[in-house]
């Protein structure tokens, strides 16, 4: 099989930040690619979508599927979606997985993004074969795309209201698992540690210093975002090979972003900032 690799294109929490402060890892909110010859995957639809779009036009197969997973439908996870070119070319068949959540209609929603009043695309501009397709929040069932690439997902209710959904993919013996918009003071439960248990690559949350987080006029406790230590704990308790940390606070330059990695550092080596365009070979 031919190599698969993961890109990061969206890095940031929150809001964009178009700041030459933020240039080295970038600015743009969640939106990460995987793929290979013939299939693209792809994390989040924050307005990293945007490149990933572009990438994919020059680097990509024109008749490919792209498979994107939203975690949930906060606005810096699906900001992207009016300006992600393949949903406007005839040529692409695109699905596009969310939490089945009881109250809300999830299909509004991604519509209301390409109707007016927001926009003025109107549902006919969409040319590609598109469907949304809603992910069980129980009885989950791997999704297979491909022969050889396998998604799990996991509801985790730390994130208010309705909680996010974790994913894991597997392929050629390699587990990644994507875990944005968490908060896990006393560390990940039970059943999230047994979900990300030995991963070879965990991206997780982490938007504070702890600083930040436990700033006594100015919490951010409850807004359902991790510190770098809660990532580094999570990595040491379920042993996973590499940590990136990812969804920056907006407010956090690239010179702080490297005082984290520091910090994060001393209690987990093998831990990485998550940085735009950056990519990094799921080899077998
Ligand atoms: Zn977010
Ligand atoms: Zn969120």
Excluded at 106 to 116: A, C, G, H, K, T
Excluded at 126 to 142: C, D, G, M, Q, S
Excluded at 257 to 283: C, D, N, P, V, Y
Aim: hydrophobic share 35%; proline share 5%.
């Amino acid at each position: 099989m031919n190599d698969v690799c993961l890109w990061f294109y969206g890095v940031r929490g929150s809001y964009p930040v178009p700041d030459k402060s933020v240039i080295k890892y970038g600015g743009n909110t969640s939106s990460i690619l995987i793929k290979n010859d013939e299939h693209s995957i792809i994390f989040d639809a924050g307005t990293g979508i945007i490149n990933i779009g572009n990438h994919l036009e020059v680097n990509g197969n024109p008749k490919a599927k792209i498979d994107i997973f939203l975690t949930h439908l906060h606005l810096d996870h699906i900001q992207g979606l009016p300006f992600f070119n393949p949903l406007f070319d005839s040529q692409y068949e695109i699905n596009l997985y969310c939490p089945d959540y009881q109250d809300i209609q999830v299909e509004s929603v991604i519509y209301s993004l390409f109707n007016d009043p927001i926009s003025p695309i109107s549902n006919n501009g969409i040319k590609a074969k598109f469907k949304i397709i809603r992910l069980p929040l129980v009885n989950e069932k791997t999704i297979i795309i491909g022969q050889k690439i396998m998604i799990d997902y996991k509801k985790e209710d730390s994130h208010p209201l309705s909680g996010v959904l974790l994913y894991k993919l597997g392929v050629n013996n390699k587990y990644l698992v994507y875990a944005t918009d968490v908060e896990s003071p006393d560390g990940f439960g039970e059943d999230v540690v047994e979900f990300v248990r030995e991963s070879n690559i965990l991206i997780h949350d982490s938007q504070y210093f702890n600083s930040d987080y436990y700033d006594p006029d100015n919490s951010k406790i409850g807004f359902g975002h991790s510190t770098y230590s809660m990532a580094v704990q999570n990595a040491l308790t379920c042993k996973v090979e590499k940590l990136f940390l990812f969804h920056y606070d907006p407010d956090y330059s690239d010179f702080k972003l490297k005082k984290m990695l520091k910090k994060a550092r001393q209690g987990f080596k093998q831990t990485f900032l998550a940085r735009e365009i950056k990519k990094i070979s799921l080899r077998s």
